[in-house]
C-alpha cells in the first residue's frame, strides 16, 4: 500500500466542519470529543470533564486521526482517486469511522468504478441518534462537491 496525503483542501474541509474546541464537549452522536473533533478514547489523558487542549496539541492530534483515515480509505478503495475523491472520503472516513466505509454501498460502487453513484451516497450519510442533522448533510454535501471536482 502506497502512503498517499490528504492535501490542504481537504484538511481545510475537515477543519471547517469540525472547528476548534478547546474543552470536552459532547458531538451529535453523544462521542465526547475535543480539539478538532478528535473523539476521546478511555486510556487517553483528555477522558475527564475538565479536559482541555491547545490548538498545537489539537492540531497534532488531527494529524494522527487523519492518518488513520488516509489508511483506511487506501486500503479499502481498490481504484483510481483524484485528490478530491481522496479528500473527500479521508474527511467521511474522518468523521464517521473507517467501519462505516468499509460497509457501506458507497465503497461497493466506487470500487466497481461508478463514481458518479458512489459520489452520490454522501449525502444520505446525515444522521446521528436516529435524526437527520443539517451540518453533517452540508458536510456531505461539500464532500461530494470535492468528491467530483
Not at 483515515?69 to 479499502?76: F, G, I, N, Q, T
Not at 483524484?82 to 472516513?93: A, E, N, P
Not at 459520489?119 to 461539500?142: D, E, V
Amino acid at each position: 500500500m502506497t502512503h498517499r496525503q490528504i492535501t490542504q483542501a481537504g484538511s481545510d474541509l475537515i477543519k471547517s466542519f469540525e472547528g476548534f474546541s478547546s474543552t470536552v464537549y459532547l458531538c451529535s452522536s453523544g462521542v465526547k470529543t475535543l480539539g478538532f473533533g478528535h473523539a476521546i478514547k478511555k486510556s487517553e489523558k483528555w477522558d475527564q470533564p475538565d479536559a482541555t487542549i491547545t490548538e498545537k496539541e489539537a492540531t497534532e492530534l488531527l494529524g494522527q486521526d487523519v492518518g488513520e483515515a488516509e489508511r483506511a480509505v487506501l486500503r479499502l478503495i481498490r481504484v483510481p482517486l483524484t485528490d478530491g475523491m481522496f479528500d473527500s472520503l479521508v474527511s467521511f472516513t474522518f468523521n464517521l469511522g473507517s467501519g462505516a466505509l468499509q460497509r457501506s454501498t458507497l465503497r461497493s460502487m466506487l470500487n466497481r468504478e461508478e463514481y458518479m453513484d458512489a459520489a452520490n451516497q454522501l449525502p444520505f450519510w446525515c444522521w446521528a441518534g436516529g435524526r437527520k442533522i443539517k451540518g453533517l448533510y452540508l458536510r456531505r454535501l461539500r464532500e461530494r462537491e470535492l468528491f467530483l471536482s
